[in-house]
C-alpha cells in the first residue's frame, strides 16, 4: 500500500499475544454468590500468593472488554453522529465525542451503577438511625423491647453488609467504564495515527518510530 508520497506504508493491524492461558475468563461460568464476593478471583489470587503473576496466568477478557470491539463500536457510535446529510452548522451540534462515548456505555451497565450508588448512599443515610435505635433500646432498663433490639441489631449488621458490597461492585463497574472508554479511545487513535498514516502525511517509517510513544503517552494520561 502507498500514500500520497509515493512512499510503502507497513500494513499493521492487531496480533493477539501467543500464550497458553486458559480458553475461558471465570467470571463467564461464575454463580451469583461468586459475582456478589468476586470468589471467581480466588484462583487468580491463590496463584499470585505463591509466585508471581505472569502474562500467562491471566486468563481471557470477556467478549465486551475486547478492544477491538470497543473500537468498532466507538466508530460505529461516532459515524452515526457524523451522517453525510449534517451541514456543517448542524454536525457542529450533533457530532459530540461525549455522546459516543455516552452511547459505548450500555443502558444496563449505566442503570446498574446508579442504582448501587444510590442504594450505597441510603444505606450509609440509614445505618445511624439503626445504631440510635439499637442504643436507645439497650439502654432502657426493661426487657419488653427485646424484638425491637433484635431489629435494629439487624438493620446495622445488614446495612453494613450491603453498604460494603454496594461500595465494592459501583468502584468496580466504573472502574470497568472508565477502562473500557480508555481502550476504545486508544484503539481510534491508534487506527487513525498508525493504520491509516495520518491521511498520507507522515512518513511511514516515522510513525512505527512514534506509534511506541504515542500510546505509552495516551496510556499515561
Known amino acids: 500500500m502507498r500514500n500520497g508520497g509515493g512512499s510503502t506504508t507497513h500494513k499493521m493491524s492487531y496480533e493477539k499475544l501467543n500464550t497458553r492461558r486458559s480458553l475461558t475468563n471465570p467470571k463467564e461460568n461464575a454463580s451469583l454468590c461468586s459475582l456478589l464476593t468476586f470468589s471467581w478471583l480466588n484462583d487468580l489470587l491463590k496463584r499470585g500468593s505463591q509466585r508471581a503473576i505472569e502474562n500467562d496466568d491471566l486468563p481471557p477478557l470477556l467478549e465486551e472488554d475486547k478492544s477491538q470491539a470497543l473500537t468498532k463500536n466507538l466508530e460505529n457510535e461516532w459515524s452515526r453522529n457524523c451522517k453525510p446529510e449534517h451541514t456543517a452548522k448542524t454536525w457542529i451540534r450533533t457530532a459530540k465525542l461525549w455522546r459516543a462515548l455516552w452511547n459505548l456505555v450500555p443502558i444496563s451497565e449505566k442503570a446498574l451503577v446508579l442504582t448501587l450508588a444510590s442504594t450505597h448512599i441510603v444505606l450509609r443515610l440509614l445505618q445511624p438511625l ?56 486508544l484503539g481510534v487513535i491508534y487506527k487513525k495515527v498508525v493504520l491509516d498514516g495520518c491521511c498520507g502525511i507522515v512518513e511511514a517509517t516515522i510513525l512505527i518510530e512514534l506509534s511506541r510513544t504515542l500510546v505509552v503517552g495516551f496510556s499515561s494520561n
Request: with cysteine; proline share 0%; glycine share 8%.
Open 130 to 185: 439503626f445504631l440510635i435505635g439499637l442504643l436507645a433500646a439497650l439502654m432502657k432498663e426493661s426487657s419488653a423491647d427485646r424484638g425491637w433490639i433484635y431489629l435494629n441489631a439487624s438493620g446495622v449488621c445488614l446495612s453494613t453488609w450491603l453498604i460494603a458490597i454496594s461500595k465494592c461492585h459501583c468502584d468496580y463497574r466504573s472502574t470497568m467504564i472508565g477502562m473500557r472508554v480508555r481502550s476504545a479511545l
